[in-house]
């Protein structure tokens, strides 16, 4: 099936500090696009791939799972790994999930993690349906497009394979396990008006990793897809910042050209 337009993968060759982007479930590396492409332009080595069975057709999710999901993101982080002094993983939702099995498996290879709404948990009488229904029911409706900001679109799917979800189930379960074994310094971003993610997932988060090094900041006017709403600027703005006390070259003229 051909990739949504919009949902490409993107990449772009900068300096020394390189950036692997995850994006969420269901959703598309086009809600993160914005993102790459500021950090591109302050001279970052920026990887944000496509996840398998995502930015087609929901059909095409149904037939993968969590180990698809996370070796994409795992063959990123070694290979930005091998181009860059330090890299950052950033992550929206499932992402940040993402983000932090990498920094939990990865350890010293991972400089820093920035999350947007991290996912923990599939909440509800939905998680315990989900191992039965998932056999009766293809599919239940969409979360994508959870954005405050009028005229802002996610392209996402307006379905949510079960087959799938009872995947990320069983992720979330995993990762909350591997919390401990985190231990990079994080900037943690969430909305309290999320529709999707509540904010107990990020305090469960929080509260479970290992990491001394940690920010805590409020996206007050944005819901679920922050990297496409009101606080997408501070988003950007909080995230640079973050990668230049850790990694002082950015933002230095002529520091981040790589050789």
Known sequence: MPVLPGAEPFRHEGGEVGVLLCHGFTGSPQSLRPWAERLAEHGLTVSLPLLPGHGTRWQDMQV???????????????????????????????????????????????????????????????????????????????V???????????????????HAAHALRNFFRLVDADLPQVTQPILLLH???????????????????????????????????????HDAERIFDESLSFIGRLAPSVGKKGSTSGG
Request: glycine share 8%; charged share 20%.
């Open 191 to 229: 909305s309290p008006q999320d529709h999707v993610v509540p904010p107990a997932d990020s305090a469960r988060i929080l509260s479970r990793v290992s990491s001394t090094d940690v920010e805590e900041i409020l996206l007050e006017q944005s819901y679920h897809v922050a990297t496409l709403d």
């Open 64 to 142: 993968t799972g969590w180990q698809d999901w996370y070796a994409e993101v795992d063959r990123e982080l070694r290979a930005l790994s091998e181009r860059c002094r330090q890299v950052f993983v950033f992550g929206l939702s499932m992402g940040g999930a993402l983000a932090l099995r990498l920094a939990a498996k990865h350890g010293d290879a991972v400089t820093g993690l920035v999350l947007v709404n991290p996912g923990n948990k599939v909440h509800g009488l939905a998680a315990y349906a989900l191992p039965v229904v998932r056999h009766l029911l293809p599919s239940t409706k969409g």
């Open 144 to 162: 994508a497009n959870d954005i405050a900001l009028e005229g802002s679109e996610e392209i996402g799917y307006d379905r949510v394979p079960l």
